[in-house]
């Protein structure tokens, strides 16, 4: 999916095998983050390997990726079991022989509420999603990484990590530990020249975003209009495409000096913070 000018290949990702977790997506109107960065990093010219709880949802990207001509495979993983996360990057590295780059995507927020009403179950739930696995993920990624010498993980944790989030309690808490751990592992590895980095997205007009309110009943135009009022760059939300955006620059070699950041891709949401 790379083109050629004056004959030489031209794609930021050319020669890169790619792991997207979370590459799936939730059904809706829009693309999801993780679908449009595993169709991002094809564009760029890798190899990407899409792993979902769901298969199916996983093949539905790795189609769209294959119909435009670029390289996938669909992988089915729920990350919140260790083995199975070790077993399926041993499986891709057979089957492509390195990866370059980690990308995880993954994260729920399924019946949270706030901090005195939040349950034990869907705190240790959401924990175990949007933190326990992605590290699970990155362990098993991190001992192939040091071999080479290189290596690019990017973790999607949320401006909820900074920003007010009053009946998110269990997200924003794993969002934030998600941040520490990212920048924990930028540190600890940057002498063996892998880089971590976080991106926060903001208010997204997302199926994970915007789904849940209209299938409890809200009109889908106004739930729209209500993010979109909150958001201080346009007063409209941001789309997929900018979180994907932002991942292919980080895993980039533009990124190259870019190690332990969290960055914000929110319209300037976290921005107004003091």
């Known amino acids: 999916m790379a083109s050629a000018v004056a004959g030489r290949l031209v794609g930021r990702l050319v020669g890169k095998v790619a792991i997207v977790s979370g590459g799936g997506q939730t059904p809706g109107e829009t693309i999801g983050n993780g679908r449009a960065t595993a169709l991002r990093f094809a564009q760029e010219g890798a190899v990407v390997a899409v792993l979902d709880r769901r ?23 729920d990350i919140t079991d260790e083995k199975a996360c070790f077993e399926v990057m041993n499986q891709v590295i057979s089957e492509y022989g390195h990866i370059d780059i980690l990308h995880n995507n993954v994260g729920i927020g399924i019946n949270d509420a706030g901090p005195g009403r939040v349950e034990e179950d ?5 924990f175990d999603t949007n933190t326990k ?33 009053s009946n998110i309690t269990a997200y924003k808490a794993s969002k934030a530990a998600l941040n520490a751990y990212t920048h924990a592992l930028a540190m600890s590895h940057a002498k063996h020249g892998i880089r971590a980095n ?7 007009n997302t199926p994970m975003a915007i789904e849940g309110y209209v299938n409890a009943g809200q009109e889908r135009s106004e739930v729209i209009a209500r993010r979109d009022s ?45």
Not at 56 to 73: F, H, R
């Open 55 to 77: 298969l199916p949802s996983a093949q539905e990207t790795v189609d769209l990726i294959t119909d435009a001509g670029g390289q996938a495979k669909a992988y089915e993983l």
């Open 122 to 126: 869907a705190w240790d739930r959401i």
């Open 133 to 165: 696995g992605i590290m699970f993920m990155c362990k098993a990624v991190i001992g192939h990484m040091r071999d080479r010498g290189e290596g690019v993980i990017t973790n999607i944790s949320s401006v909820a990590a900074v920003c007010s989030a």
């Open 198 to 204: 976080v991106i926060m997205p903001g208010l997204m």
């Open 230 to 274: 909150a958001v201080p760059l346009g007063k409209k939300m941001g789309s997929a495409w900018d979180v994907a955006n932002a991942a292919l620059f980080l895993a980039s070699d533009e990124a190259g000096f870019i190690t332990g950041v969290a960055l914000p891709v929110d319209g300037g949401q976290s921005a107004k913070i003091g």
